[in-house]
Each structure stands twice: as structure tokens, then as C-alpha cells.
């Protein structure tokens, strides 16, 4: 599959089918993670597989309360779950060396676009999850310090693909030279 034509037909799924993913599906999907660039080669991404129905509604119990992706935290046959280490993407020798001081977050967005990439190109469905309350899902999972939680992302085969939504035009969202000069 083209790389474009990939992006562009990715959704987010929060209607699974109760099919079981596959061991080597989830091992690409997360291999693809794996090969995601980080600041200065740190590779601080962490990834816990949640496959535990009891877990996953445990977790589901830490999404917003209007969240529309809870019913895919129990759907879904896995949650994957984000984390990310922290003081060490954008940090030298122990100090920032970027004023944008949660590079991990950057990091872990490769990372995600790289697995929900490849699992679309599986046949897989995911949603990013960000409405939820990452200290209690840490405490669930037992987190260590110097870890965080940053994202939730069920994974299975899509019931329901919804359809594309509308973007902008290039030319609303590039400039040339300086901001706003067209």
C-alpha cells in the first residue's frame, strides 16, 4: 500500500469485532513502534500490552466520563498503553536542551503514528486516546517514577470504518518565507 494512500485512509475506530489479533500482528505493529525516530537516538517510548478484560475496564474507568472511545477500551482485544520516560528526550547530561521541556511527547507521537499505521495496513483498527486520567491509570499499572503515562490505544479489527473527515487545504496551512505570507 502507498505510504500516502495509507495516511489518508487511516481512522480513528472505536468499534471493534470480537476477533483476537494476532501475536505476529501485534509484534509488527509494535516493531514499527520500535524503528519510530527519538531525540538523539533516547528511544524513551515504553509500551505495556493490555490484554486482561479486568484491565481494560480498569482502565476504561479512567477516560473522561463523555470520552467516545470507552466502549473501544473493552471492544478492542488489546490496549495498547503509551509511556514514556522522562528528563531524557531533549536532555543532556541531565539538563533541557530545548525549551520545549516534554520532548518525550514528540517521541511517543512518532512512535504512535508508526503503529497505527502499520496496524491500519494490517487490517487493524486504533484510536488515540488522550481524555483520560494518566496518574491513576500509572497507579494501576504501577508506573515507576520517572515514568508516565501518555496515550491509550485500542487495537482489533474495525466494525465499523467511519468516514474521512474534511482537512484543509494546503493553502490554509503553508506559508512561504514567514507565518501568513502566502
Excluded at 505510504?3 to 471493534?16: Q, V
Excluded at 501475536?23 to 524503528?35: H, K, T
Excluded at 473493552?74 to 521541556?101: H, L, M, R, S
Amino acid at each position: 500500500m502507498e505510504i500516502l494512500n495509507l495516511i489518508k485512509e487511516r481512522r480513528s475506530i472505536r468499534k471493534y469485532k470480537p476477533i483476537p489479533v494476532t501475536n505476529e500482528q501485534l509484534n509488527q505493529v509494535l516493531e514499527s513502534a520500535r524503528w519510530a525516530p527519538s531525540w538523539a537516538n533516547t528511544q524513551c517510548v515504553k509500551f505495556i500490552v493490555i490484554k486482561d478484560p479486568d484491565m481494560k475496564e480498569k482502565l476504561q474507568n479512567t477516560l473522561t466520563p463523555r470520552n467516545p472511545s470507552r466502549e473501544a477500551m473493552i471492544q478492542a482485544p488489546i490496549v495498547i498503553v503509551a509511556c514514556a520516560e522522562t528528563n531524557k528526550a531533549g536532555y543532556k547530561e541531565g539538563k533541557p536542551t530545548t525549551d520545549k521541556n516534554e520532548w518525550f511527547m514528540f517521541d511517543t507521537a512518532l512512535a504512535l503514528q508508526n503503529l497505527t499505521l502499520t496496524a491500519h495496513s494490517l487490517g487493524l483498527g486504533t484510536v488515540h486516546i488522550g481524555a483520560f486520567d494518566a496518574k491513576m491509570a500509572g497507579s494501576l499499572l504501577e508506573i515507576p517514577e520517572g515514568i508516565v503515562v501518555v496515550e491509550l490505544i485500542p487495537l482489533g479489527h474495525p466494525d465499523i470504518t467511519p468516514s474521512p473527515t474534511p482537512r484543509k487545504e494546503l493553502k490554509e496551512i503553508v506559508f512561504n518565507e514567514k507565518y501568513g505570507k502566502r
